[in-house]
């Protein structure tokens, strides 16, 4: 059974720095690109950033670009999310997703996600 749990939320002020943390099991996690994913209240689900099986490449969002750094440790079975200089548009519940069988990095795609993490950002 395929399970992905996130952790590390939380309110932060404005420019301040967080790190989100998502334990995988159930699949073997080296096998699969991941990406980090968000919705804030009312928008659409927003892809965040990616990175691919042995953590070599990762691509962001222009948005947050610059500002995080995804990676991962495939001994740990876990995928993280470096968030730094955060805006209040940042506010959103961050899910990690594995990659679906058809996705690319140009139109990702996600067969699994977590329920979330709230990352809130105060102004």
């Known amino acids: 059974q395929v399970r992905l749990e996130e952790s590390g939320g939380g309110l932060v002020q404005t420019g301040g720095s967080q790190r989100l943390s998502c334990v995988a099991s159930?699949?073997?996690?080296?096998?699969?690109?991941m990406y980090w994913v968000r919705q804030a209240p009312g928008k659409d689900v927003e892809w965040v950033a990616g990175?691919?099986?042995?953590?070599?490449?990762?691509y962001y969002a222009d948005s947050v670009k610059g500002r995080f750094t995804i990676s991962r440790d495939n001994a740990k079975n876990t995928l993280y999310l470096q968030m730094n200089s955060l805006k209040p548009e940042d506010t959103a519940l961050y899910s990690c997703?594995?990659?679906?069988?058809?996705?690319?990095?140009?139109?990702?795609?996600?067969?699994?996600w977590g329920p979330g993490t709230q990352v809130t950002v105060s102004s």
């Open positions: 990175i691919d099986t042995d953590g070599s490449t990762s």
């Open positions: 159930g699949f073997t996690f080296s096998s699969h690109r």
């Open positions: 997703a594995r990659a679906g069988p058809h996705s690319t990095w140009d139109y990702p795609s996600y067969n699994y």
